[in-house]
């Protein structure tokens, strides 16, 4: 039996300092696409004229240019330009392994799924997080589809994705998936790759879930996901109405409803200020974001400050049992609180999996963990990041 053929759509919009690395990485893979189309949404930098390199040099790329109408519209005229019996979808800033589609494709021509889905990789500046999707990993078709369906979105609080939303972790039939590609209300900014894959797989006949890694979700400062809007939350009931008409009610509990509007939370990293303040705070606090992505769930922790941060970690982790707080290392140990509070020098005494460094400056962590280090706590049990408010 002939392999399945591949083609995989990159959107583009002013990434001139990201598309070379983005392409590259898919040139080199050990599994090369059958083609690669670059969709330009808009692009007033550079993007188009290093397109057009590659273009003049590989005679399976090609290069679109649309209206800067979003990342759904190019993802559709991308879909309507493929050839490939399966699909696969990149944002122009992101990289994969050099190994990811060959073993996506492994699975696709073993099992002829309607897709095969893997995890995505988080990279910040310092570090990077693999995001562990709950759902088991096997074939999921007649007999057990349901198992699917019931926690395909989220299995509990706070980063525990079912499966993440994401489609570009993802190697799609293009048949079955293109109607909810082209289906797409295009006004949906927030959440467009839920609007695909949630019906999706609600529709589907067949998905092969697998704890495959590969592609590389690199997390910067100025995209679009990181940035705060006021229209958030009607955005994301615009999203909610969107998929009420597009999953059948017995389909769509109340629950997961619930579900989405966790799981997007967490994806575009809104929940400090929307999903979270209700549960936590009063209007003149300030709350900083339990770092969940980079803790396994159970551990135990002992939070390293008791101030504001500390105190908001506290908070969090007593309201959704995320984790178990062994102590809280202070070098004011008399303060007053709901857990035992140590000195810094008492830590290696106790028996823990991370030291949780609370504080926002970065100069101080440092400091810190510098304590830590001298104390001979080992570095890899230190977690520190530049916590988000």
Same mark, same amino acid.
Request: some cysteine.
């Given at each position: 039996?002939?392999?399945? @053929? ?16 983005? !392409? ?39 290069? !679109? ?16 330009? @493929? ?32 897709a095969?889905?893997?995890r !995505? ?37 706070f @980063?525990?994705?079912g ?17 909810? !590609? ?11 790759d ?39 939350? @009607? ?46 705070k009063?209007?003149d606090?300030?709350?900083?974001l ?32 995320y ?43 440092m ?10 706590i ?11 408010i």
């Amino acid at each position: 039996m002939n392999e399945a @053929s591949l083609s995989v759509v990159i959107t583009i919009y002013n990434l001139e300092k990201y598309i070379k690395r983005c !392409i590259n990485s898919i040139l080199t893979q050990t599994h090369i696409p059958d083609e690669i189309i670059l969709v330009d949404d808009g692009s007033t930098d550079r993007s188009g004229e290093f397109c057009n390199e590659y273009v003049k040099r590989y005679p399976f790329i090609k290069y !679109i240019k649309i209206d800067n109408v979003g990342s759904a519209a190019a993802r559709k005229a991308g879909t309507k330009a @493929s050839k490939g019996e399966y699909i696969a979808y990149v944002d122009g800033d992101d990289v994969l392994e050099q190994t990811m589609y060959e073993k996506y494709m492994e699975q696709v021509n073993l099992h002829h799924p309607d897709a095969v889905i893997g995890r !995505i990789t988080k990279d910040y500046k310092d570090y990077c997080v693999e995001i562990q999707d709950r759902i088991i990993p096997k074939i999921y078709e007649e007999d057990n589809y349901e198992e699917l369906i019931d926690k395909m979105v989220d299995c509990g609080p706070f @980063s525990d994705y079912g499966i993440h939303a994401s489609l570009c972790s993802k190697v799609f039939r293009k048949e079955t998936v293109a109607p909810y !590609i082209y289906e797409v209300d295009e006004r949906i900014v927030f959440g467009e790759d839920a609007a695909v894959l949630y019906p999706f797989l609600i529709n589907s006949l067949k998905i092969c879930v697998t704890e495959l890694t590969g592609y590389h979700w690199v997390m910067r400062e100025d995209s679009k996901t990181h940035s705060k809007d006021s229209n958030y939350l @009607s955005e994301l009931n615009y999203l909610e109405d969107y998929l009420r008409d597009r999953i059948p009610e017995q389909v769509l509990l109340p629950f997961m409803l619930n579900q989405i509007q966790n799981a997007l939370h967490r994806q575009y990293g809104f929940c400090d200020s929307y999903a979270i303040k209700a549960k936590y705070k009063n209007d003149d606090e300030v709350i900083y974001l339990f770092p969940f992505e980079r803790i396994p769930r159970g551990s135990g922790i002992i939070i390293y400050g008791n101030g504001l941060v500390g105190k908001s970690f506290c908070r969090q982790i007593k309201h959704s049992g995320y984790c178990r707080i062994i102590a809280i290392a202070d070098r004011n140990a008399d303060k007053e609180g709901d857990y035992h509070i140590i000195q810094p020098t008492e830590i290696y005494k106790k028996d823990y999996d991370y030291v949780l460094v609370a504080v926002s400056k970065k100069e101080m962590a440092m400091e810190m963990k510098e304590v830590l280090k001298k104390e001979g706590i080992n570095e890899e049990k230190i977690i520190w990041s530049e916590y988000r408010i």
